[in-house]
Structure formats: structure tokens, C-alpha cells
């Protein structure tokens, strides 16, 4: 295990390197000097932006594929939202527009919003459809990431 891991910034998309042991200090990035983490999802609506936290954050992404104009993506909203400050900084939590990157729908073949999909180092970890109460989404998130070598 390396001593540092690469976090990515959630504002200037620069690449951070984090001693393990001081993840959950609130740390700052060292281009734009905002916070890497403010206990709230990332919005990725491009394909640039969601290639670059995939493929070089060492920490788990917790993705949310929804659609402004889908009810169950609107109803899980409210409970995505408090999932990033009970996951972060162990997990980075993302959401994606569906209509505004149909390449990434296309790419994960992604079939039903929302869709929440866990990214590791650039390859899906695992998936799920549809609307979930906040204990269960923490539940199913923490199963598949504990154990996981980050």
C-alpha cells in the first residue's frame, strides 16, 4: 500500500496527492486551494471532467445517473445528497446528468435512471437501479467498498 493516495479535485479537477493517514483532515487542493472534500456530490457533466476523477482518484466513486424530468431521480435527490458527508472522504460522490452526457449512458449501458454505479480506478465495481431509502444506500455502498483495496 502507498502511503499517498491521488484525490481529485472537485473544483479545478487537479490531481491531489493525500498521505493516507490524514484523508479525513479536510485537506485542501493544492492549485485552487478549495476544499477536496464539502459533504456534498460532485456534479460531472462532461465526459472530460468524469474521465478524469474515474480513472485517477484512488478513492471509490459513488455515481448517480438521474434526469431532471425523472421522478425517482427527484425523490432520490434528498437522499443522495446526506449519503456524500457519512461516505466522504472514504468515498467521492458524483452526479451525472443523463441528458446532458448521453455518452456516458451509452458507454456504461446504463438502461434506467437513476442508476447508481461504484467506479474504482476506472472500472465499475458494481451497480443498481432504482430509488433506495439512505440506510440501505450507505448499506449497499459500504459492502461493496469495504474490502476493497484503495
Known amino acids: 500500500m502507498t502511503s499517498a493516495l491521488h484525490i481529485v479535485c472537485p473544483h479545478c479537477d487537479a490531481i491531489n496527492r493525500v498521505p493516507r493517514g490524514r484523508l479525513g483532515d479536510g485537506g485542501k487542493c493544492g492549485t485552487c486551494s478549495l476544499p477536496l472534500y464539502e459533504g456534498r456530490p460532485v ?29 425517482p431521480c427527484r425523490a432520490m435527490a434528498p437522499i ?24 456516458l449512458l451509452r458507454r456504461f449501458s446504463i438502461k434506467s435512471i437513476p442508476t447508481l454505479m461504484l467506479v474504482h480506478r476506472g472500472r465499475e465495481i458494481a451497480r443498481t437501479s432504482g430509488l433506495m431509502p439512505l440506510p440501505q444506500l450507505l448499506a449497499w455502498t459500504r459492502e461493496h467498498v469495504d474490502g476493497m483495496k484503495v
Do not use: M, Q, Y
Request: charged share 30%.
Open 43 to 71: 456534479v460531472l457533466n462532461s465526459v472530460v471532467r468524469f474521465d478524469k476523477h474515474a480513472r485517477h482518484s484512488d478513492i471509490p466513486l459513488l455515481v448517480d445517473f438521474w434526469a431532471a424530468w425523472c421522478g
Open 80 to 103: 443522495f445528497e446526506p449519503a456524500a458527508t457519512e461516505l466522504e472522504p472514504e468515498v467521492r460522490l458524483i452526479k451525472v446528468d443523463s441528458d446532458a452526457v448521453p455518452e
